[in-house]
């Protein structure tokens, strides 16, 4: 199989710009780290990369801020009552090496929707709660899909380079 596109899930081999990394999470007035957080150092270490403690013993930082979760109502039942909720994940990320963005800030939200059954308040709480985490998982393992295309993305041929124009 050498050569060829195919690898196992979590097996790809890491771009070397990911595979010593700060990760630093801006988010004001929190007491505790996000979920995001630990699930994208986990995928790293899984990956064989190192998660640094310190911005200055790292060769990139991966800087993820404005993090913001919303709720909006999607429907409501006859008496006015919401029935269906939409939650949403947004957050501004970059990556920088040697203070300059080698993967310019971009932003990425992930969604879903849950159903919401006023009978069951506490069980529907804590499968929003469990819901909010399920997203920063998967926005996690969507992040590092997204930096890996960027970084591994072929520079672009100056114009008029050799192998430059396209065959006809």
Request: proline share 7%.
């Amino acid at each position: 199989m050498a050569g060829c596109g195919f690898h196992w899930a979590g097996s790809r081999v890491l771009p070397s710009q990911l595979s010593w990394v700060y990760i630093d999470v801006v988010t004001p007035y929190q007491v505790e780290k996000p979920p995001l957080e630990a699930s994208l150092r986990t995928r790293l270490l899984r990956r064989g990369g190192v998660v640094s403690g310190n911005a200055a013993d790292a060769r990139t930082v991966l800087r993820i801020s404005d993090m913001a979760e919303t709720r909006e109502v999607l429907s409501v039942d006859p008496f006015g009552k919401a029935v269906e909720y939409k939650l949403t994940t947004r957050l501004r990320y970059e990556l920088l090496e040697d203070g300059k963005a080698i993967v310019p800030p971009d932003v990425m939200r992930v969604s879903r929707d849950y159903s919401f059954n006023a009978q069951q308040v506490l069980a529907k709480e804590a499968e929003e709660a469990r819901l909010q985490s399920y997203i920063q998982d998967e926005m996690a393992e969507l992040l590092l899909l997204r930096l890996e295309a960027m970084l591994n993305r072929p520079a672009a041929a100056p114009a008029g380079a050799a192998g430059a124009t396209p065959e006809p």
